[in-house]
T-cell receptor
């Protein structure tokens, strides 16, 4: 079955540590996105990519980095510069700008 | 004014009733409109999309769009306890950016 796989499901980060969240899709979608969701809050866009080797900052890109070396993969690195990283991270993809998103199951990141 | 606004709820309806969820948006040239369902602790799931004025039905769900009033709604007929979730409205603006509302929590009482 086609879909988006995010891993790990739970991740614990120590202060000052960089961590990378994985996102892989086999839907042949061109566009991929990273969102952050805090408890009781809406979705906030971190980064997005419409084609391979190209990506754009979203509304809250500071402290995060991404790469898009393959169409299927869009990993997100949470750097030590992100001061409040504890949140639910969602990866999504879409095949056209006017189509809806398919979301992965999410990664819960906690700072310990 | 927020770009996409939803009543946060919670909206509580009895089992078997019609649940009506509403969403307004600010960009007059918005083109595409979506409803997502998000169960607690889970990721959002696309349940309806609508692109032109009027109603679109899919099973127990009906999406309604009125571009003149900048208003989109989701009706859930014969509501079930399993429909209890947060419903997110999303709009693709004239600038081809997807904006999500903060969501409306729905509780269906058995």
């Amino acid at each position: 079955d086609g879909g988006i796989t995010q891993s790990p499901k739970y991740l614990f980060r120590k202060e000052g540590q960089n961590v990378t969240l994985s996102c892989e899709q086999n839907l042949n979608h061109d566009a991929m996105y990273w969102y952050r969701q805090d408890p009781g809050q809406g979705l906030r866009l971190i980064y997005y990519s419409q084609i391979v080797n190209d990506f754009q900052k979203g509304d809250i890109a500071e402290g995060y980095s991404v790469s898009r070396e393959k169409k299927e993969s869009f990993p997100l690195t949470v750097t030590s510069a992100q001061k409040n990283p504890t949140a639910f991270y969602l990866c999504a993809s879409s095949n056209r700008e006017n189509y809806g998103y398919t979301f992965g199951s999410g990664t819960r990141l906690t700072v310990v | 004014q927020k770009e996409v606004e939803q009543n946060s709820g919670p909206l509580s309806v009895p089992e078997g009733a019609i649940a009506s969820l509403n969403c307004t948006y600010s960009d007059r040239v918005s083109q595409s409109f979506f409803w997502y369902r998000q169960y607690s602790g889970k990721s959002p799931e696309l349940i309806m999309s609508i692109y032109s004025n009027g109603d679109k039905e899919d099973g127990r769900f009906t999406a309604q769009l009125n571009k003149a009033s900048q208003y989109v709604s989701l009706l859930i007929r014969d509501s079930q306890p399993s429909d209890s979730a947060t419903y997110l409205c999303a709009v693709i603006t004239g600038g081809f950016k997807t904006i999500f509302g903060a969501g409306t929590r729905l509780f269906v009482k058995a």
